[in-house]
């Protein structure tokens, strides 16, 4: 399973794992079982970017008949728990990819027509902004594209989600590396030799060897003959072997989803992309004895994307103990441990009401989350006034007042469980949107807090609806134009990070000004002016993102005209 130098990676997994899919999303959409797609789609925050009305028009009925029989499958809460992530430390999605969610009868028995339309899931282009996704359709001929995937059924699906426990290398009566109650077996107890009749076993066998240092023969356990000689190409000689050598490859899985693409698509190669350099081409020519060998990567092949090539992280979080069964998506909990009883229900999104302790004047007080603010009930009023006048005249406040202005400064060091604190409240918020900030707001989150680089709540809006959160930041207080510790406003950032075209009018309309500049002296308008005029490559995602920046900088030049 993972090796210490992976546990940095899984420590981003375990974040993901607790954030990333709120209970109450997970809820709503099984609330919202059988035909209700659009509902299960509103619960888990999907944009439906098409019409089946029009598709019917202009595909015929039973394509779009297809079509929302893949809807009436689709999970949305399953599809966000297995989507790819940016990882470095981040929780949120990976940018601007496509992944097609499409069954087609499967399984398919001749490569599909190039112009079929598949359902498919539009991932977000920015990795701090709203993790929204959208339903597209594309065709066939679109996998040839970079950023375009296919996803394997019981990743997403309802009806094919009980495979996963196959897909993972296991067997019905258990997975690789666990005994049937979840219970995890260490390297040590797999076994020497493996049971060709036992997929777990020979799941176990690869990964032995591969802990092991036998990299070619865990391959030849998975049914692979792998050729290690590297591709004549400067930057793969210059990087070497490593990058093949960490990845941390789900093996036993790589033949039958290089056989389901290449019958889906008509192509015997699939790729698995390794580096900005380096790749695995998989060649099923012959059924009976796949081979594998190192090659440049390009952009135009069959790819396996990373969900799949790589080893599960639900698997190698279970067997480091980061996580349990119980914390597991119920859908992957009952396929990969049926057995388990179900735990018990989440309850609604709260603050930490746990009184803080802190440092002050000598003695330890104690700080708490209540009505609306970081209140301080170890001091009187009177003391609050005066410290309150103190700061107002420059002087430097203290102790438990200063831990209330690192809270809504965001320029000061706040004390360790704050400062853990505000970055859960900030993945909360970052995943669950505008719903979970305004739960927490009326469990008492002060509207004031800041992040660590000085930004408030408003500059967080490209994470929520906008319509729901502006009046009720607003209401409480915060000033339009607030400034983060770089100078840039709530508009600096929706201009500037990937904002849509209503949150910039929304903001404008509230009274933000287009021309205060940051601390390069760079104003919210010159940033569309320049992101408006950028070159952009010849790629259809890149020229919709410069048509937005070209309406917002024409929305900016009106608001200064009047």
């Not at 420590?11 to 099984?30: F, G, K, N, S």
């Not at 760079?522 to 309406?551: M, N, V």
């Amino acid at each position: 399973m993972s090796s210490p130098e992976d546990l940095t990676e899984l420590r981003t997994w375990q974040r993901i794992r607790r954030y990333a899919v709120p209970d109450w999303m997970i809820e709503e959409c099984a609330q919202r079982a059988g035909d209700d797609w659009r509902g299960r789609c509103a619960a888990g925050r999907i944009d439906v970017g098409f019409d089946l009305g029009e598709v019917a028009d202009r595909f015929g009925s039973d394509t779009a008949e297809r079509i929302e029989l893949d809807l009436s499958r689709l999970a949305p809460d399953l599809l966000r728990w297995h989507l790819p992530r940016a990882l470095d430390g981040r929780s949120s999605l990976v940018t601007d990819e496509h992944w097609i969610l499409s069954c087609v009868d499967d399984p398919v028995e001749k490569p599909l027509p190039k112009d079929t339309p598949l359902l498919a899931v539009r991932l977000p282009s920015t990795v701090d902004g709203s993790q929204r996704l959208r339903l597209e359709l594309l065709t066939p001929a679109d996998i040839n594209r970079y950023s375009v995937f296919d996803l394997p059924p019981y990743l997403w699906s309802t009806e094919h989600v009980r495979m996963l426990r196959f897909a993972y290398g296991g067997s019905a009566e258990r997975l690789p590396g666990f005994q049937p109650d979840g219970t995890p077996i260490p390297v040590a107890g797999f076994a020497d030799d493996f049971d060709p009749t036992d997929p777990a076993s020979r799941a176990e066998a690869a990964l032995r060897q591969l802990s092991d240092g036998e990299f070619r023969a865990a391959w030849r356990t998975a049914g692979i003959d792998l050729d290690l000689t590297p591709p004549e190409s400067t930057y793969v000689n210059r990087e070497g072997l490593a990058p093949l050598l960490r990845f941390p490859f789900n093996l036993t899985q790589l033949v039958p989803e290089a056989n389901r693409l290449a019958t889906r698509y008509g192509r015997s190669v699939t790729v698995i992309r390794l580096g900005f350099h380096l790749a695995v081409e998989l060649t099923m020519a012959d059924p009976a004895r796949p081979r594998a060998r190192l090659t440049g990567w390009t952009t135009d092949e069959l790819k396996i994307g990373s969900m799949v090539s790589r080893r599960p992280p639900d698997l190698d979080l279970l067997w480091q103990g980061l996580i349990t069964p119980g914390e597991l998506h119920p859908l992957v909990r009952q396929a990969l441990f049926p057995g388990r009883p179900e735990p018990a229900a989440p309850g609604p999104t709260r603050l930490d009401e746990r009184p803080i302790r802190v440092r002050c004047r000598g003695d330890w007080h104690t700080v708490v989350h209540r009505d609306g603010k970081l209140d301080t009930p170890s001091h009187t009023v009177e003391e609050a006034q005066r410290e309150q006048a103190i700061r107002s005249l420059g002087g430097q406040v203290t102790g438990c007042f200063a831990v209330q202005q690192a809270w809504t400064g965001g320029r000061q060091r706040l004390p360790r469980r704050l400062r853990q604190e505000r970055q859960e409240i900030l993945q909360k918020v970052l995943h669950g949107g505008s719903r979970t900030l305004l739960e927490l707001l009326d469990a008492g989150l002060d509207p004031h807090m800041r992040d660590g680089r000085g930004r408030c709540l408003l500059h967080h809006l490209r994470a929520m609806d906008h319509t729901e959160v502006l009046p009720r930041l607003l209401a409480a207080g915060l000033r339009i134009d607030s400034r983060d510790v770089h100078g840039r406003t709530p508009l600096h950032v929706a201009v500037g990070d990937v904002g849509s075209v209503e949150l910039v009018r929304a903001l404008l309309e509230a009274g933000a000004d287009p021309n205060v500049e940051d601390d390069t002296g760079t104003s919210a308008l010159e940033i569309a002016y320049y992101k408006s005029g950028a070159e952009y490559a010849d790629d259809e995602d890149l020229e919709q993102e410069r048509s937005a920046i070209a309406r917002i900088h024409d929305l900016l030049n009106e608001w200064v005209e009047r």
